[in-house]
C-alpha cells in the first residue's frame, strides 16, 4: 500500500527530517506547508492519503487545521494525524475532541507508525 503524505509544521528542519524519514520508509511525502492557508491549498492540489498536522503552528494552531481539513476538503478528507514535541497528555481532551485519527509523538514517527495508524483508522471504518 502505497501511501501519500503533507507535512504541516512552522520549523523547517521538522519538515525536511519528517520528509527523510518518511521517505525512507517507503510514505510518499508529496509536500509540506507551514501555515493552515498553505495546508489547505496544498491539500486540495495535491490530495494527500494522510496529512501530518503539528499542534502547535507557531500563531495558529493544528486543532483548528485538523477542523479545516476534515469539514472543507471535496472527495473525501485526508486521515489527519496530529503531532507534537508535548507529550500526549499535554493535550489528551484537545486531542479526543478533534476529528484527527491520532495523535503521534514527533519523537516515535516513522513510516511503520504512521501505516499502523492508517490501517487502524481504515479496520474502524469499515
Request: aromatic share 4%; charged share 25%; with cysteine.
Amino acid at each position: 500500500m502505497s501511501l501519500s503524505c503533507l507535512i504541516v509544521d512552522d520549523s523547517d528542519h521538522f519538515k525536511e527530517a519528517a520528509r527523510r524519514l518518511l521517505e525512507a520508509d517507503g510514505i510518499a511525502v508529496v509536500g509540506v506547508a507551514s501555515t493552515m492557508a498553505e495546508a489547505l491549498r496544498r491539500t486540495g492540489e495535491l490530495r494527500p492519503d494522510c496529512v501530518l498536522v503539528d499542534i502547535d503552528l507557531g500563531e495558529e494552531s493544528g486543532f483548528d487545521l485538523a477542523r479545516l481539513l476534515t469539514d472543507v476538503t471535496a472527495g473525501g478528507p485526508p486521515y489527519v494525524i496530529l503531532v507534537s514535541t508535548y507529550d500526549e497528555g499535554d493535550f489528551a481532551e484537545m486531542i479526543a475532541a478533534s476529528p484527527a485519527v491520532a495523535f503521534l509523538a514527533k519523537p516515535n514517527l516513522s513510516g511503520g507508525a504512521i501505516g499502523s495508524i492508517l490501517r487502524e483508522a481504515v479496520g474502524e471504518g469499515a
